[in-house]
């Protein structure tokens, strides 16, 4: 009977030493730091299989912070560009409880580095009375805003309606002519490509309006090469504004705003799936380890400590393959920084 006993209990230390389990108190009375201890053994005893698990997470952060800084830097380059190409044109909102006053923004034209400047307000969605079917938005404009949005600043205010090519087409209508909208005539001053430096615009026609109230949004054309210095006279106009957002608008017709392009960039969704594919990927690892987790449970450990000395696995890997990670990204912006 001796001899038996004897001989299981050196297949119990021999199934032990195989599996990187140790001898630990089964009751319920588990600490953390016998927790972490035991699972730092049994992360050691199993190198192979910690290493694969640090190294596929690794891999899979490391790829999305790579795209993520590929991206970030791809963004702050297009602005660098879009500034040097002779982008002079700002689009400044804020936030609606603190919202850009017109005659602020209009104070700013023709301020020194600045050329033109001008507001826009109250857009809403209008109808023309000889084409009840066309659609179109109005809005009051404040300043040079015409000669914002056109590159061609103003010393005179449209007396009149300013109308967008693409409608203008659309209505048949022409300089000096009117039109009709919701009840009340207007007279047509001019017409112009009001998108060409933001394309939102290009179904909006402009009302020339007192700079009175508030406007939902300021756009502030630089001279050449004082981008800098306008920018400085900008920020001191709006002191005090919350939320203040300037988008770039690129000569050449596209909205460069770097705010906008990172928070609606497609790559953010990438986290999302790659914390499924972890969560999966973990679990499978979690299968492979139940015949250990097994042994616990039979020499009477408690559920919930089992799989709390999981979970603190699991952390072990974690913080390893985030350290890495967080490693590998500063290198590498290093890197970028010094090209």
């Known amino acids: 009977m001796a001899r038996r006993l004897s001989t299981v209990r050196a ?32 992360t050691a005893a199993r190198p192979a299989r910690f290493s694969l698990l640090a190294l596929v997470m690794f891999l899979v952060c490391m790829a999305l912070a790579l795209v993520e800084s590929i991206t970030s830097h791809n963004i702050d380059s297009a602005t660098a560009a879009a500034i040097a190409a002779g982008a002079t044109t700002i689009k400044i909102t804020g936030d609606p409880t603190t919202p850009i006053t017109a005659r602020s923004c209009a104070g700013l034209d023709n301020q020194a580095g600045i050329v033109a400047a001008g507001g826009i307000d109250n857009v809403h969605k209008v109808y023309a009375a000889t084409s009840p079917g066309l659609a179109f938005t109005m809005a009051d404009s404040t300043g040079d805003l015409v000669g914002t949005l056109t590159g061609h600043p103003s010393a005179q205010n449209p007396a009149g309606l300013v109308i967008p090519s693409q409608i203008a087409q659309e209505l048949g209508s022409v300089p000096g002519g009117v039109l009709s909208i919701g009840g009340s005539v207007f007279s047509v001053a001019s017409i112009q490509p009001l998108d060409q430096r933001d394309q939102t615009l290009g179904r909006t026609v402009l009302s020339q309006v007192a700079p009175t109230g508030t406007v939902s949004a300021c756009y502030v054309q630089f001279g050449v090469g004082a981008f800098s210095q306008g920018m400085t006279l900008v920020q001191q106009y709006f002191t005090g504004i919350k939320g ?17 392009l990172w928070t609606h960039r497609t790559t953010q969704y990438g986290w999302v799936v790659a914390g499924l594919i972890l969560a999966v990927f973990f679990v499978f690892a979690a299968r492979s380890r139940r015949p250990e987790h097994a042994v616990y449970l039979i020499v009477g450990s408690p559920r919930a400590p089992v799989a709390m000395l999981f979970l603190a696995e699991q952390a ?24």
């Open 11 to 42: 297949e119990d230390k021999a199934h032990e030493a195989d599996t990187g389990l140790r001898n630990i108190d089964p009751g319920p009375g588990w600490k953390a730091d016998v927790l972490m201890a035991e699972a730092w053994r049994n």
């Open 244 to 260: 203040l957002n300037v988008a770039i608008l690129d000569a050449n017709g596209p909205l460069t705003d770097p705010d906008s």
């Open 316 to 339: 072990i890997v974690v913080a390893t393959a985030t350290l890495a990670t967080f490693a590998w990204h500063a290198l590498f912006c290093a890197l970028m920084g010094a090209d």
